[in-house]
């Protein structure tokens, strides 16, 4: 695989677990979990990018790569997007979004993100999908669903059940379509440098706004985001105390 690179997005703030980067699991703190993970895939360019002088030095001290970003951010694309201009990475480069609360990501998961530029150079963006078998999960407004076409390029994410299968449906929701793949969003996303330069003049769609959805913003400005289908989703990421329990529980079965 060609190179590319890795931004690991790490905020001070959160509203469940302030700090959450620097929790420790494992005998280390999340964020070194998560920049371990990374270091797996063999990448040489790999940055941290915080706002926070506690996750900046944390980050030092083991030896990362880290820099110093705004604090007046929306997301983590517009903090990668300041990192690609801090380092003068050009248009066609490739950027791998990794989640600062991700200690269990497997490198499979952020080469196959990264294959979706590398390999499909009209795509702006990569993001993964995985097939839903549950009736449940297809109607949850929680699980975005998103509708490929035939080159995995997405057409559309949605917090309704799409696509919608009419006949089906009609007669209730407790089954799930077998005229064609319904497909859950898993929110991993890489960026080809170009894209990240025209996201800061995008303002916000209509779409975007009424599903909450950022993603729609690149869809509805043209941008191709070529979607990477995996059998099943990944381990949870780190949200609350039960989930640092469970990650913490997981980390130590495998050191």
Request: net charge negative; proline share 5%.
């Amino acid at each position: 695989m060609s190179d590319y690179k890795i931004v690991i997005p790490a905020r001070y703030g959160s509203s469940r677990l302030p700090g959450k980067p620097l929790i420790e699991l494992a005998g280390k703190p999340m964020i070194q979990h998560v920049y371990e993970r990374a270091q797996e895939t063999g990448i040489k360019d790999i940055v941290i990018a915080t706002d926070d002088q506690r996750i900046f030095d944390v980050a030092e001290s083991f030896g990362a790569n880290v820099v110093m970003t705004s604090v007046d951010h929306e997301n983590g694309t517009e903090r990668i997007a300041e990192v690609a201009n801090m380092f003068s990475w050009g248009d066609e480069d490739v950027i791998v979004n990794v989640q600062g609360d991700e200690p269990l990501i497997p490198k499979a998961l952020i080469e196959l993100t990264a294959s979706g530029l590398l390999e499909n150079s009209e795509a702006g963006m990569s993001s993964l999908c995985t097939p839903i078998h549950d009736a449940q999960d297809t109607f949850d407004p929680n699980a975005v669903k998103v509708v490929l076409d035939n080159s995995g390029f997405a057409m559309y994410f949605s917090r309704a059940p799409i696509p919608w299968d009419r006949d089906l449906y009609k007669s209730g929701q407790n089954s799930i379509t077998q005229i064609a793949p319904v497909y859950r969003h898993i929110g991993m996303y890489g960026y080809r440098v170009s894209f990240l330069k025209q996201y800061a003049n995008m303002e916000a769609t209509a779409l975007e706004q009424a599903e909450c959805l950022e993603q729609l913003r690149a869809l509805c400005y043209g941008v191709k985001i070529h979607m990477g289908v995996i059998d099943q989703p990944p381990g949870h990421g780190v949200d609350t105390q039960e989930d640092v329990k469970r990650v913490e529980a997981q980390l130590k079965a495998i050191i």
